[in-house]
Structures are given as structure tokens and as C-alpha cells.
């Protein structure tokens, strides 16, 4: 039977699609096939909110099949309208496991039947209801009571209520909100803060709402949210001390000559907040020879100038309100916000929809992100000179996966990342000139490598390598992992590991792993990144890395040592390397799972395994695959992914102390997304 889960609110502009967002990557984690549903829209135009949602990675329904009525028709004659979305909600819910369903904005109708409306729609949809309350600009008091009065309607029509989330909370009374929701109620609760950018409007938006003209600047970057606004008719001093992060700046045109120059160059300077913006007032344009000192520089800050003074100006550019959907770093930002204060287990529990028990690559890429969140591990990324990197950090920090530092200068860097439009607040940047870090790093290097020779003066050229920057940070705990190689070799990467950072305990050898997600499983394959032609003790090592690396991703370890007989059946130098490697690991870890040799087939087909192996725990539904070498590895797990489609994530460098991973020089940004998540989750095995 399908679940459907009600996200309703008793008024407008609660912020409750952000709650239906972080509901859907709640359930497309847990749940095969989740759906979406919107029972009222507006007449003539298509619904934003719908849209984003259905845009959805794992979301497969079209727009036409998503929405019940208008709200047109809803006025025209309430009961024929709630036929028509009962039956249209009907003929979806066949084909999904658990369905949200976005209650109505409040925005076209002002009758104060529309939440009964909403209770009726709850009850005949059979839809357990989570709903959401807005908090702003009200204290704990005025929260609790707006909920309590709205769940009242709603169990008067007889809805099942699983939870109450109160959004757009000041952030100072979080903690009092939750108390007082679950003095309320013994549901799921949460309180979500404030955020001002997901209702902050594009810089574009305010230039239209004040009808500005751009005479200055990139115009790629009109697309940047303003999360404030400045009224700059002071002295440059003291409108200098009053910047803040992503303003837009409203000054008076005639003062262009004096004050623009010194916005511009502070918002490049890297020492003050970086500005989305500035708007000129009065229509005095920018004198001749002020225009000539730019042609000078590389400008990027949109400049407009438009005719209103500067009160107009202000009132409108204040007045201008930003949507949810307008960019993906709201999306993301939302996503984080919902992940970091709602608890999903309890949440999943609450819902009643059965885990399934298969896993797409979709639905453990969710999951991955949510590991992550769960204990945020530091992550340093030493190639902050290569665009990849500074985009990646900024699609981080938005996820709220991992706190980054990245290694250059925090000038180059935040002026390279704001042409660019990539916002890097939250990341910490480390000059690697550091005179003090070299210092103490040199001396930490030459203390470790004093038996090869090493004298501080080495050290300290070693340091300017920014592997080994980076590396020693790891080691000193500066960092909880590392993340390298868009620029450099993978030698260049694992050399500094393998010198100062060294093997686990008990592991002689570092290897490389792939998590091959099928299309409904997800499997470890070593290794298939480092060793060509691994010894039994070595290979032995690499089975026991693989098997403690499924563990840090939620997968049951179920070992299968590949050879090309199963069993006792064959002989030969290669399946003897397999069958000893085999029994090390049973000495050594009698714990985990594990069989060989054994074949391919065997490992994954439990027809096969039923005549091979019949009475074996991993026969059949092996989870860990360990090839004999890397010929074989780097083939077989290329050869998967190309002819089923698997995604293949890695290489996951195995059996270091600390969290080290490698990237390809032609990594693309979302690879080098995938690989900090999957380093910040080793980090976090490290640690416990």
C-alpha cells in the first residue's frame, strides 16, 4: 500500500516546500519509488515549487499527472473538486511506494475554509499529515499556539499527524521552539532557523525592480543573491567598516566619484566582505575619468545606475522578495538546513514506509550525503589554483557534507572565486607561506625522515610541495583528511601517506577500491588502483581494508576472494595465492564473512552458488569482490561499468591511518564532490 505523507501549513509563506524537499531526500534514501503530488495550483501558469520538486533526481512524473485542480475550480464547487483530486491522486499512487503530497500556498484564495479544504483533501487521500508552521517574527509562545490551533482542524477530520516542523525560526530560540512542539505533542518535531538567502532575490531582480540599467561589470553575475542592503552615503571609512557579505550597495550617483572606486577596490581586495552589487541613484552617470581607472582592472562587480533617488530606490530594492527555486545553492542550502535539524531516522520510523531492500545509486548517493552530515569531518584540498576545486568547495559548503580548507592565497582565492560567482563562505583558506606552519611543518618532517637524513632545510623545501603541505596537516590533525590529484600525479599524492602518515596497524599495504553501484546493489571491488601483482599477505590486506571499507558505507561485508576456480578444484601458482591469502584473513579476522577462491559467477549468481558452494554464507550474495591483481581488478571493474551502467565511485585509497584519496587529472566537478563526501565518511571510521 502506498504511504502518502501530507505537508500542509495554515498560512502562506511558511517556507514548507523546503520541508517537502528534505521529506523527498529523507524518502528517496529509504524508498525504491517515491512520488509527488500537488492537489491545488494556480490557473495559467505552471506551479515553481512543483517543478523543482519533479526535477528531482528518482522523481519519474510528469507535471500533467502531478496536480489535482485549480483554485479556480476549488472556488467554483468544493466538493466536485475534491472528487477530481482523489481520483487523479488514484491513478499516481500505484506506481510509488510513499508520495508526498504539497498542501496549497494560501496565495490565491483568502477564505478561511482553505485549511479545512486542506483537512479534507489529508483525510480522503488517506495521508498522515506533517505539518509545518511558520516563526517568524513570533517568540516560542505564538509557534506552539499557531500549531496547536492547526493540528485541532486537522484532528477534526480524522488525519493521522506524524509530525510538526516549525520553520523560518529565530535562531536564538531554536532550542526553546523543539521543547515547547514537544510539550505539545509526542510526534516527530523540529525547529528549522532562519535563513535570509532563501528568500534573498537575485541582484538581476532588484535591478529590475528599480529599473537599472548595468554600465559596469559582469553581467554573468546578475544571477547572484543579495543578502543585503547598504544605503552608502557616508564617508568611505566608515561605509568600509559597514560592509557586509553579498550586499547590494545604494548610493547616490553624484557621489560615484569618490566612493565607488573604494567599494570596488574592497571588493576586490579579499581584506573586506565581497559585495553582490551596487546601484547608483539620481541618474548621474559615472564621470569620464573614474570610468577610465576601471578599463584598467578586471571588473566584475555588476554596477547599475538608475533615474529613482535613493529613498524610491531603497524602499523598492527592500520590498523585492527572492523564490526558493530561483537557484541551486538555495536548493542545496534548504536541503542542508532540513538535514541538520530534522531527525531523519525518527522521521523514516514515524512515516511507517518500509526500507527497501534494494539500493539504487541514486538512493545511496543520498545516503552518502547524509553520512557525511551526520559528524562533519575537515577535509584540506591543496589545489585551490584549479576552477574544479573552487567549485567543488562551494557545492560543498552548501551541502553541509564537510568543513573544507583549501591551501593558496586567501586574496587570489576569494577574488577568483567571486568573478566567478562561487560563494566560499564557511571555507577556511591557509596560505601555505605561512612563515610559522612552514616552520613547524619543516621541523615535524625532519623529526619523522631523520633516518633517511632529512635536515630541516630539506623539510622546508618538501613544504612548498603542497602535498605534503596538506599532508602534514592531516598528520597534526590540522585536517581529518585530504583530498588531491586534479593537478598532481597519484604518485605525488600517496608519496607523502606513505613517508610520514604510514599504514594502519597490522596493514602493510595501501590499496585501491571502487563502490560499484548497480542498479540495486552496491558492491566493493579491490583492488583495482595500486597493487599490480599482490602477494597472499598482501592480498590478505587488502580483503581485511575492503571489508572494514564496506562497513564505513553500510554495507554487510560478505567477502569473496575471485580466483578462476571455486573451491578446492583447481590448482596452480595464482589460485594457491588466492586459497593462502584466504586463510591469513581467517586467522587474522575470523569475524568477517568470507570465501575462497572462488569464481565470479559463484560470488554473485546464487543459482550457480546452490551447485558450487552450496552451504556457503557468501555464495550466491558476495558484497566484497577481491581480485588476484590489478590487471584483473582495474578490467573487471571498467568492463561492469561500461556494459550494465554501473556507477563506480573511487578509487578509495585503503589501509592508511588517515583519510587520504586520490583524484584523476580529468576529474569532473562532481567526482571531486563525491570523493571529499567519501573521504569525509573514511575520516569519520578513522575517528571512532
Same mark, same amino acid.
Given at each position: 500500500?502506498?504511504?502518502?505523507?501530507?505537508?500542509?501549513?495554515?498560512?502562506?509563506?511558511?517556507?514548507?516546500?523546503?520541508?517537502?524537499?528534505?521529506?523527498?531526500?529523507?524518502?528517496?534514501?529509504?524508498?525504491?519509488?517515491?512520488?509527488?503530488?500537488?492537489?491545488?495550483?494556480?490557473?495559467?501558469?505552471?506551479?515553481?515549487?512543483?517543478?523543482?520538486?519533479?526535477?528531482?533526481?528518482?522523481?519519474?512524473?510528469?507535471?500533467?499527472?502531478?496536480?489535482?485542480?485549480?483554485?479556480?475550480?476549488?472556488?467554483?464547487?468544493?466538493?466536485?473538486?475534491?472528487?477530481?483530486?482523489?481520483?487523479?491522486?488514484?491513478?499516481?499512487?500505484?506506481?510509488?511506494?510513499?508520495?508526498?503530497?504539497?498542501?496549497?500556498?494560501?496565495?490565491?484564495?483568502?477564505?478561511?475554509?482553505?485549511?479545512?479544504?486542506?483537512?479534507?483533501?489529508?483525510?480522503?487521500?488517506?495521508?498522515?499529515?506533517?505539518?509545518?508552521?511558520?516563526?517568524?517574527?513570533?517568540?516560542?509562545?505564538?509557534?506552539?499556539?499557531?500549531?496547536?490551533?492547526?493540528?485541532?482542524?486537522?484532528?477534526?477530520?480524522?488525519?493521522?499527524?506524524?509530525?510538526?516542523?516549525?520553520?523560518?525560526?529565530?535562531?536564538?530560540?531554536?532550542?526553546?521552539?523543539?521543547?515547547?512542539?514537544?510539550?505539545?505533542?509526542?510526534?516527530?518535531?523540529?525547529?528549522?532557523?532562519?535563513?535570509?538567502?532563501?528568500?534573498?532575490?537575485?541582484?538581476?531582480?532588484?535591478?529590475?525592480?528599480?529599473?537599472?540599467?548595468?554600465?559596469?561589470?559582469?553581467?554573468?553575475?546578475?544571477?547572484?543573491?543579495?543578502?543585503?542592503?547598504?544605503?552608502?552615503?557616508?564617508?568611505?571609512?566608515?561605509?568600509?567598516?559597514?560592509?557586509?557579505?553579498?550586499?547590494?550597495?545604494?548610493?547616490?550617483?553624484?557621489?560615484?566619484?569618490?566612493?565607488?572606486?573604494?567599494?570596488?577596490?574592497?571588493?576586490?581586495?579579499?581584506?573586506?566582505?565581497?559585495?553582490?552589487?551596487?546601484?547608483?541613484?539620481?541618474?548621474?552617470?559615472?564621470?569620464?575619468?573614474?570610468?577610465?581607472?576601471?578599463?584598467?582592472?578586471?571588473?566584475?562587480?555588476?554596477?547599475?545606475?538608475?533615474?529613482?533617488?535613493?529613498?524610491?530606490?531603497?524602499?523598492?530594492?527592500?520590498?523585492?522578495?527572492?523564490?526558493?527555486?530561483?537557484?541551486?545553492?538555495?536548493?542545496?542550502?534548504?536541503?542542508?538546513?532540513?538535514?541538520?535539524?530534522?531527525?531523519?531516522?525518527?522521521?523514516?520510523?514515524?512515516?511507517?514506509?518500509?526500507?527497501?531492500?534494494?539500493?539504487?545509486?541514486?538512493?545511496?548517493?543520498?545516503?552518502?550525503?547524509?553520512?557525511?552530515?551526520?559528524?562533519?569531518?575537515?577535509?584540506?584540498?591543496?589545489?585551490?589554483?584549479?576552477?574544479?576545486?573552487?567549485?567543488?568547495?562551494?557545492?560543498?559548503?552548501?551541502?553541509?557534507?564537510?568543513?573544507?580548507?583549501?591551501?593558496?592565497?586567501?586574496?587570489?582565492?576569494?577574488?577568483?572565486?567571486?568573478?566567478?560567482?562561487?560563494?566560499?563562505?564557511?571555507?577556511?583558506?591557509?596560505?601555505?607561506?605561512?612563515?610559522?606552519?612552514?616552520?613547524?611543518?619543516?621541523?615535524?618532517?625532519?623529526?619523522?625522515?631523520?633516518?633517511?637524513?632529512?635536515?630541516?632545510?630539506?623539510?622546508?623545501?618538501?613544504?612548498?610541495?603542497?602535498?605534503?603541505?596538506?599532508?602534514?596537516?592531516?598528520?597534526?590533525?590540522?585536517?581529518?583528511?585530504?583530498?588531491?590529484?586534479?593537478?598532481?600525479?597519484?604518485?605525488?599524492?600517496?608519496?607523502?601517506?606513505?613517508?610520514?602518515?604510514?599504514?594502519?596497524?597490522?596493514?602493510?599495504?595501501?590499496?585501491?577500491?571502487?563502490?560499484?553501484?548497480?542498479?540495486?546493489?552496491?558492491?566493493?571491488?579491490?583492488?583495482? #588502483? +595500486? @597493487?599490480?601483482?599482490?602477494?597472499?599477505?598482501?592480498?590478505? &590486506? *587488502?580483503?581485511?581494508?575492503?571489508?572494514? !571499507? %564496506?562497513?564505513?558505507?553500510?554495507?554487510?561485508?560478505?567477502?569473496?576472494?575471485?580466483?578462476?576456480?571455486?573451491?578446492?578444484?583447481?590448482?596452480?601458482?595464482?589460485?594457491?595465492?588466492?586459497?593462502?591469502?584466504?586463510?591469513?584473513?581467517?586467522?587474522?579476522?575470523?569475524?568477517?564473512?568470507?570465501?575462497?577462491?572462488?569464481?565470479?559467477?559463484?560470488?554473485?549468481?546464487?543459482?550457480?552458488?546452490?551447485?558450487?558452494?552450496?552451504?556457503?554464507?557468501?555464495?550466491?550474495?558476495?558484497?566484497?569482490?577481491?581480485?588476484?591483481?590489478?590487471?584483473?581488478?582495474?578490467?573487471?571493474?571498467?568492463?561492469?561499468?561500461?556494459?550494465?551502467?554501473?556507477?563506480?565511485?573511487?578509487?578509495?585509497?585503503?589501509?592508511?591511518?588517515? #583519510? +587520504? @584519496?586520490?583524484?584523476?587529472?580529468?576529474?569532473?566537478?562532481? &567526482? *571531486?564532490?563525491?570523493?571529499?563526501?567519501? !573521504? %569525509?565518511?573514511?575520516?569519520?571510521?578513522?575517528?571512532?
Amino acid at each position: 500500500m502506498t504511504r502518502s505523507i501530507y505537508v500542509a501549513a495554515p498560512e502562506g509563506q511558511t517556507g514548507k516546500s523546503v520541508i517537502a524537499l528534505g521529506l523527498l531526500d529523507t524518502l528517496l534514501r529509504e524508498v525504491q519509488s517515491v512520488g509527488v503530488f500537488r492537489p491545488l495550483v494556480p490557473a495559467g501558469e505552471r506551479d515553481d515549487i512543483l517543478e523543482m520538486l519533479l526535477d528531482l533526481p528518482g522523481i519519474d512524473l510528469s507535471y500533467e499527472d502531478a496536480i489535482g485542480i485549480t483554485y479556480d475550480e476549488m472556488r467554483t464547487d468544493p466538493e466536485s473538486a475534491l472528487t477530481t483530486i482523489v481520483e487523479k491522486f488514484g491513478r499516481i499512487s500505484p506506481r510509488f511506494d510513499a508520495i508526498v503530497v504539497l498542501g496549497s500556498d494560501y496565495a490565491d484564495v483568502t477564505s478561511p475554509t482553505e485549511l479545512a479544504f486542506n483537512a479534507d483533501i489529508a483525510a480522503n487521500l488517506n495521508a498522515a499529515l506533517l505539518l509545518v508552521v511558520s516563526g517568524f517574527g513570533r517568540d516560542v509562545r505564538e509557534i506552539r499556539d499557531a500549531a496547536e490551533a492547526t493540528l485541532s482542524e486537522f484532528t477534526a477530520h480524522h488525519v493521522q499527524t506524524i509530525g510538526v516542523i516549525a520553520n523560518r525560526v529565530d535562531p536564538a530560540i531554536l532550542d526553546e521552539t523543539s521543547a515547547a512542539l514537544r510539550g505539545l505533542t509526542n510526534l516527530v518535531v523540529a525547529a528549522l532557523p532562519a535563513e535570509p538567502l532563501l528568500v534573498a532575490p537575485t541582484l538581476r531582480a532588484q535591478f529590475e525592480a528599480v529599473d537599472a540599467k548595468q554600465v559596469l561589470g559582469n553581467p554573468d553575475l546578475l544571477e547572484r543573491e543579495s543578502q543585503d542592503v547598504l544605503i552608502a552615503a557616508m564617508t568611505l571609512p566608515n561605509v568600509l567598516s559597514r560592509l557586509v557579505t553579498e550586499a547590494t550597495v545604494l548610493m547616490p550617483g553624484d557621489r560615484s566619484g569618490d566612493l565607488l572606486p573604494g567599494l570596488i577596490l574592497a571588493h576586490h581586495s579579499g581584506s573586506f566582505p565581497q559585495l553582490t552589487g551596487v546601484i547608483l541613484t539620481g541618474g548621474y552617470p559615472i564621470p569620464e575619468n573614474v570610468v577610465k581607472l576601471f578599463d584598467g582592472m578586471h571588473l566584475d562587480l555588476p554596477i547599475g545606475m538608475t533615474d529613482q533617488g535613493t529613498y524610491t530606490t531603497a524602499r523598492d530594492v527592500f520590498q523585492t522578495r527572492g523564490h526558493f527555486t530561483s537557484s541551486p545553492r538555495k536548493v542545496e542550502t534548504a536541503r542542508r538546513i532540513f538535514a541538520e535539524q530534522v531527525d531523519s531516522a525518527e522521521l523514516i520510523k514515524a512515516l511507517e514506509v518500509p526500507a527497501s531492500d534494494v539500493i539504487t545509486p541514486l538512493m545511496f548517493g543520498y545516503q552518502l550525503n547524509e553520512l557525511a552530515r551526520r559528524d562533519r569531518r575537515r577535509i584540506v584540498m591543496p589545489e585551490s589554483s584549479d576552477d574544479r576545486i573552487l567549485e567543488s568547495a562551494a557545492i560543498l559548503m552548501q551541502r553541509g557534507v564537510a568543513d573544507l580548507t583549501l591551501l593558496g592565497d586567501p586574496v587570489e582565492i576569494k577574488t577568483r572565486a567571486s568573478a566567478m560567482g562561487w560563494v566560499l563562505d564557511g571555507v577556511d583558506i591557509v596560505n601555505p607561506n605561512d612563515a610559522e606552519l612552514v616552520e613547524r611543518f619543516a621541523a615535524e618532517y625532519a623529526t619523522l625522515r631523520a633516518h633517511k637524513g632529512v635536515t630541516v632545510e630539506q623539510a622546508r623545501e618538501k613544504m612548498k610541495d603542497l602535498s605534503y603541505f596538506g599532508t602534514m596537516m592531516v598528520h597534526l590533525g590540522m585536517a581529518d583528511g585530504m583530498v588531491s590529484g586534479a593537478v598532481n600525479t597519484t604518485a605525488n599524492t600517496i608519496r607523502p601517506s606513505l613517508e610520514f602518515i604510514k599504514t594502519k596497524p597490522g596493514v602493510k599495504v595501501v590499496s585501491g577500491s571502487f563502490l560499484m553501484c548497480m542498479t540495486d546493489r552496491v558492491h566493493v571491488y579491490a583492488d583495482c #588502483a +595500486v @597493487n599490480p601483482d599482490p602477494t597472499a599477505e598482501q592480498l590478505a &590486506d *587488502i580483503a581485511i581494508s575492503s571489508a572494514e !571499507t %564496506a562497513v564505513a558505507f553500510g554495507i554487510e561485508p560478505r567477502v569473496a576472494m575471485l580466483s578462476y576456480s571455486t573451491g578446492s578444484s583447481g590448482s596452480g601458482a595464482d589460485v594457491d595465492k588466492v586459497r593462502q591469502a584466504t586463510e591469513i584473513v581467517r586467522e587474522r579476522r575470523p569475524d568477517i564473512a568470507l570465501e575462497g577462491p572462488i569464481q565470479f559467477d559463484a560470488a554473485v549468481d546464487p543459482d550457480v552458488a546452490k551447485t558450487k558452494l552450496p552451504n556457503s554464507p557468501v555464495a550466491g550474495k558476495a558484497t566484497v569482490f577481491i581480485f588476484p591483481d590489478l590487471n584483473t581488478g582495474n578490467n573487471t571493474y571498467k568492463a561492469v561499468q561500461r556494459s550494465s551502467g554501473a556507477v563506480a565511485i573511487g578509487p578509495i585509497l585503503q589501509g592508511l591511518k588517515k #583519510a +587520504v @584519496n586520490d583524484l584523476s587529472r580529468g576529474a569532473l566537478v562532481e &567526482d *571531486i564532490v563525491n570523493t571529499v563526501v567519501i !573521504t %569525509a565518511i573514511q575520516a569519520q571510521a578513522e575517528a571512532n
